[in-house]
């Protein structure tokens, strides 16, 4: 069986990743899409302690009722503080990137 061909989409919000993606998947194709991934990761134990331990005292509603992550505060906070967003994705990105391998090999 040959090496199936990787192909990466990005671009900026509004530019159509998701269309593009939602046309490749309609086709057959396997898809390994970054952004659902995250949002599982946001409901791992581990990640939520990690989050809480760093940004509770900095960020007001973390929490949502539910125990859930609340993004949208979450968000309006590090996208307005670079060096906090950078922190964020240390937690994210080596966990991405295994759940990436293991989509590989599936």
Not at 27 to 32: A, E, N, T, V
């Amino acid at each position: 069986m040959k090496r199936p061909i990787e192909i990466a989409i990005t671009g900026k919000i509004g530019t159509g990743k998701t269309t593009t993606c939602n046309l490749l998947k309609n086709l057959g194709y396997q898809i390994f899409e970054s952004d659902n991934e995250v949002k599982k990761l946001f409901y791992r134990r581990k990640v939520k302690t990690q989050i809480s331990s760093l940004f509770s005292n900095k960020v007001k509603t973390l929490f949502k009722e539910n125990g859930s992550i609340n993004k949208k505060t979450l968000g309006d906070f590090l996208f307005s503080n670079t060096k906090e967003l950078k922190k964020l994705e240390q937690i994210l990105y080596p966990l991405l990137e295994i759940q990436k391998k293991k989509f590989k090999k599936k």
